[in-house]
């Protein structure tokens, strides 16, 4: 005799299945970082049937009377995985959550509105079907493990190009390039604005377009951060070494005569500001506020603190108050902020009070609202990461891309060397980051938090202090400018010079 158990074990060895060709979704107990892997093999077609399914494979289930559309707007409350273990009951159930029509609803879940709608833009301009197959991006995505560069300024072209600089601005908004002031050769600091329209539409070849506008006045080492169709500017150095505290308003205007142009205006923020500085970090927050951390402050002090901006509707006026948290980063120069959700912001590397240079990542959370605004620190091990010893850097670049990850270019390392590496950090390999700082004891969760890309086509020339900006989908990442290894010439004692030139970083995707 057959045992009930023996029973429930063959007929779940012998359950239907047709999953040739299809890819399988692994989730850990421990995180919410999705992995895919395909998966090949030849199901069994066994004719034997359970209680929950018909010989065709249909549901007896009341949920398959369920109309598609309130299916969709349930399997859209669900994580990936569940999803797919969902498609794995019946037919019916395969058919809906393995159509494109689910798929872009999740992409539009995780990746926003604007990336979905400028991928899609991006496919109609280039005479693709801008019915794109979603469920095949989503994967390849987060298998991402290599990025294409491609020159786009071009010095034998008569077109007006912004001139070679570093610790400049570089922003995406109002589907603009937005750069502003720098340092540049002889240490002379910059103070002019250039604008290149991109749109929607992929291009590899830009317009640049000078704003004279006389404002603010020539820097480096500030910090712009775009919140909704403004950027948000602060702080910086002069050449002369003054450093600012001043606080900007900037937007693209549209005008029907004279096209794009760019605008300019000091911020009314009262009679509290953070101390002078430059070559700190600042970002958008809660896509409504500004943070800033760090940077070297009078008598080139680096500093600790942390200082957040709200600004009034309209952004008439704003108030800077002090963020005061215990842990919190110690103090840095170099370093980058860069928002990667409503209300998360992480904060990477950068060079210390003792002039070494940092690999520590901190988190900061302000899901909590006002009144409970936090640092936690990332803690993982360089050995435990491939490549990891190379990781430390100051005057990189952290650009928020595809899939709510973090781009890692460039910078350089405590012996001043450039670097020309990109890494992917994803934060949402971290378990119930929003719960608890991570201890040591959870180190171990956070082996694949930091993933090392190859790299295709164009190589840039190794760099520190450029910029980098994504454009609305994310896929795209600009490069501009920053220092980089150049001919010792007597002029040149430092064998140092300033790039000027425009490269596109491209997430390889096949679609």
């Known amino acids: 005799m057959v045992s009930g158990e023996e029973k429930g074990r063959e007929k779940k060895e012998h359950c239907p ?38 010989v065709d494979g249909s549901c007896w289930s009341p949920i398959t009377t369920i109309s598609r559309d309130h299916l969709f707007s349930i399997l859209l409350l669900l994580p990936i995985d569940s999803i797919l273990s969902f498609a794995t009951t019946c037919k019916k159930f395969r058919c809906i959550t393995y159509s ?45 493990d290599s990025v294409s560069s491609h020159r786009l300024s071009d010095p034998d072209a008569d077109e007006v190009f912004p001139g070679p600089r570093a610790s400049h601005s570089l922003n995406f908004v ?21 604008v290149a329209h991109i749109g929607n539409e992929f291009t590899r070849r830009l317009k ?21 169709d403004s950027i948000v500017l602060f702080g910086g150095i ?39 500085r430059g070559a700190h970090a600042g970002c958008c ?28 509707e309209n952004f008439l006026y704003g108030t800077w108050h002090e963020v005061v948290t215990h842990p919190s980063p110690p103090a840095r120069s170099g370093h980058t902020l860069t928002c990667i959700g409503g209300n998360q912001t992480i904060l990477f590397g950068g060079r210390g009070l003792g002039y070494e240079v940092l690999n520590d990542v901190w988190l900061f959370d302000s899901s909590e609202g006002e009144g409970c605004l936090r ?19 100051v005057g990189h670049s952290a650009t928020l891309i595809l899939g709510g990850r973090l781009l890692i270019y460039g910078g350089e390392d405590s012996d001043r060397h450039r670097k020309d590496d990109f890494w992917v950090l994803d934060i949402s390999t971290v378990p119930h980051v929003k719960l608890q700082p991570v201890t040591l004891k959870r180190m171990g969760s956070l082996a694949h938090l930091w993933k090392r890309l190859k790299s295709r086509g164009c190589r840039p020339n190794c760099r520190s202090f450029h910029r980098a900006c994504a454009d609305q989908s994310g896929r795209y990442v600009y490069v501009f400018g920053g220092m980089v290894d150049g001919l010792i010439h007597p002029a040149e004692l430092s064998g140092l010079r300033f790039d000027g030139e425009l490269f596109l970083v491209e997430l390889v995707l096949q679609c």
């Not at 299809?22 to 093999?41: A, I, P």
């Not at 496919?123 to 079907?129: D, E």
């Not at 951390?293 to 200082?307: A, N, Y």
């Not at 640092?375 to 850097?393: A, M, V």
């Open 17 to 54: 299945r047709n999953q040739s060709q299809k890819f399988r979704l692994q989730r850990s107990s421990s995180s919410s970082r999705f992995k895919y892997e395909k998966k090949y093999q030849t199901a069994s077609m066994a004719e034997s049937k359970s209680r929950s399914s018909n």
């Open 100 to 144: 494109d029509a689910l798929w872009e609803s999740i992409c539009r879940r995780d990746w926003g509105q604007a990336s979905v709608e400028a991928m899609k833009s991006a496919a109609a301009a280039s005479r693709h079907s801008p019915h794109l197959p979603w469920m095949q991006l989503y994967r390849q995505v987060y298998q991402l």
């Open 174 to 194: 109002s589907g603009c390039l937005v750069m502003f002031g720098g340092g540049s050769e002889g240490g002379r600091h910059l103070d002019d604005t250039w």
């Open 208 to 228: 640049w377009q000078k704003i004279n506008s006389g404002v603010p006045s020539g820097r480096f080492g500030h910090s712009c951060a775009v919140i909704g």
């Open 238 to 276: 002069n050449d002369n070494g003054i450093r600012q505290n001043d606080t900007w308003i900037g937007q693209v205007l549209f005008h029907e005569t004279f096209g794009i142009t760019f605008s300019w205006r000091l911020l009314d923020v009262g009679s509290i500001a953070p101390p002078p």
């Open 285 to 312: 927050i809660d896509n409504k506020r500004m943070i800033i951390h760090g940077g070297i402050g009078l008598l080139g002090v680096r500093l600790g603190d942390t200082w957040v901006l709200d600004l009034s």
């Open 375 to 393: 640092w936690l620190q990332l803690l993982f091990e360089l050995r435990n990461i491939p490549g990891g010893l190379s990781l430390p850097r």
